[in-house]
């Protein structure tokens, strides 16, 4: 029986899947499948993210997306999933985990890079490795006593290290007072002025 151009197509599509699977199935060989993601949730909390699969992220590993066509593929369709499969070379800096958890308002679904999960310091597998970042995040962040915020960046900082600044915006137009406070050893108050002409 003759090849028709949709068994090619098909053909090549189940090759590129098959790197993937391959990509996937080595990492899980020296690594077990996790079962969260955790992630630092402000300066409040870590969130935990209930890991649904394991995928590559294709648009990392190429360009664009893979070809697709409708109802038929053509001669050209075809030589573009070839040219693609050449190309696509998926390894596990590529590898990415869908996740799920639930917000007050619902369930959110996402996905993260591995990379982003082993070389960010807000995410990790292990719950016990955000630690040390959270409690860095409540001590600049977490409202204390004798302490303001910083309009801007939203730290909290000692009174002698803010300093008063206007900044010209429709959104204050309603408060008392165009002054507000912003830290005195960096740009704060010019960002906020730039980030309200935007
Ligand atoms: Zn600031």
Redesign the pocket.
């Known amino acids: 029986m003759k090849e028709t151009l949709l068994d090619k197509f098909n053909h090549i599509e189940l090759i590129i899947k098959k790197k993937e699977e391959n990509t996937c199935n080595a990492w899980l060989k020296s690594n077990e499948m996790p079962k969260f993601i955790y992630e630092l949730a402000g300066y409040k909390s870590i969130r935990e993210k209930k890991v649904t699969g394991i995928r590559i992220d294709s648009h990392e590993v190429c360009e664009g997306f893979i070809p697709s066509f409708k109802k038929r593929p053509t001669r050209k369709d075809l030589d573009s999933i070839i040219e693609y499969n050449e190309l696509y070379d998926p390894n596990e800096n590529h590898i990415g985990f869908s996740y799920t958890y639930s917000e007050t308002y619902g369930s959110i679904s996402g996905f993260d890079n591995l990379i982003d999960i082993l070389t960010n310091n807000r995410k990790s597998f292990r719950k016990e490795d955000l630690i040390p970042e959270l409690k860095k995040m409540k001590e600049l962040y977490e409202p204390r006593e004798g302490y303001l915020e ?6 909290q ?1 000692l009174p002698k290290d ?1 300093r008063q600044a206007t900044v010209i915006s429709r959104m204050y137009i309603n408060y008392k007072s165009n002054k507000r406070n ?2 005195k050893d ?1 740009d ?1 108050a010019s960002h906020d002025q730039m980030a309200h002409e935007g």
């Open positions: 910083c309009a801007y960046c939203h730290k900082r803010l912003y830290c960096s704060c």
